[in-house]
């Protein structure tokens, strides 16, 4: 109990020390992650006839649909509650299905169920792991826009090739694939 109070509280801590930091010349209803309840069984379990897949691949990204959602130890409300993801938007891959619940890793690699409302198809990216520089042009040699920190989610909109564009309110740009989680390597999307 103790690492899952320690875990939310280093959530909120971190999601409100996180922000894009503009450069002196910068200028200036959601979907549900899928329409019916479905079904499917954990991987290397056999899957009864009654119980059916959502039809979507397995893994793929997702986001987190609220401000309070918990991940738990198991895929039914009588399993504990390991921790509570406290940040709308934040991108976590879907690892596994079962019934009206989703097995979810985030950018830590921590992995828990979340019922299947709690999550949205609409996809976002984190800044990975140091200060990252959003481009106005797929580009390293485009004109920076700003300067997000690690740990910044924002709206992925497209990506081609090796680069992305996002959008993190005040500032919309392109960021090396590589520099976010939350995109597979080689997936396209526009």
């Known amino acids: 109990m103790a690492f899952a109070v320690r875990r939310l509280l280093t959530a909120v801590l971190v999601a409100s020390c996180l922000a894009f930091a503009p450069l002196a010349f910068a200028e200036e209803a959601d979907a549900p992650e899928e329409a019916p309840p479905a079904a499917a069984a954990a991987p290397g379990a056999t899957t009864p006839s009654a119980i059916k897949t959502s039809g979507l691949p397995v893994p793929r990204f997702v986001a987190i649909r609220s401000n309070e959602v918990n991940a738990r130890s198991g895929p039914s409300t009588q399993y504990p509650i390991l921790w ?17 619940w989703r097995r979810i890793r985030d950018s830590e690699g921590a992995e828990g169920w979340v019922m299947q409302g709690m999550l949205t198809a609409k996809r976002s990216v984190i800044v990975a792991k140091e200060i990252r520089t959003l481009r106005r042009e797929p580009s390293a040699a485009a004109r ?47």
């Open 144 to 190: 920076p826009v700003a300067r997000a920190e690690p740990g910044v989610v924002a709206k992925l909109l497209r990506c081609r090739d090796e680069w992305c564009e996002i959008d993190g309110g005040e500032y919309r740009g392109w960021l090396k694939r590589s520099e976010v989680w939350g995109v597979y390597p080689t997936e396209r999307l526009e």
């Open 84 to 100: 509570v993801f406290s940040r709308r938007s934040m991108p976590v891959e879907v690892v596994a299905e079962f019934d009206t």
